[in-house]
Nanobody
């Protein structure tokens, strides 16, 4: 059974940093692409970033230059380093596994991802 468990969320002040982790089980991690999405309060889920099977990355314009996605296939874990956090970064962050277009990073639709974690709350105070 595939499981994705996010961790690392919390409350931070604007300008601060957090590193989120997503630990996967029940799958061969290296065979998939990974992504991070977030859902701000009262808004729809939105794409944050993705990393391909080959390590190519893509970022939403809103986070490019501040966030960094990385993966450790040996640990079955994907990370999201978030720097220079803004209040508008607040939301529930979820990791997801993609089993198609594995060598592309610019895959932004949530329906392109097959498995999802439960999410971790990130709150950035102003």
């Amino acid at each position: 059974q595939v499981q994705l468990v996010e961790s690392g969320g919390g409350l931070v002040q604007a300008g601060g940093s957090l590193r989120l982790s997503c630990a996967a089980s029940g799958l061969t991690f290296s065979s998939y692409a990974m992504g991070w999405f977030r859902q701000p309060p009262g808004k729809e889920r939105e794409f944050v970033t993705s990393i391909s099977h080959g390590g190519r990355t893509y970022y939403a314009d809103s986070v490019r230059g501040r966030f960094t996605i990385s993966r450790d296939d040996a640990k079955n874990t994907v990370y999201l380093q978030m720097n220079s956090l803004k209040s508008e970064d607040t939301g529930v962050y979820s990791c997801a596994v993609r089993d198609r277009d594995l060598f592309r990073a610019a895959v932004v639709g949530s329906d392109e991802y097959a498995y999802w974690g439960q999410g971790t709350q990130v709150t950035v105070s102003s």
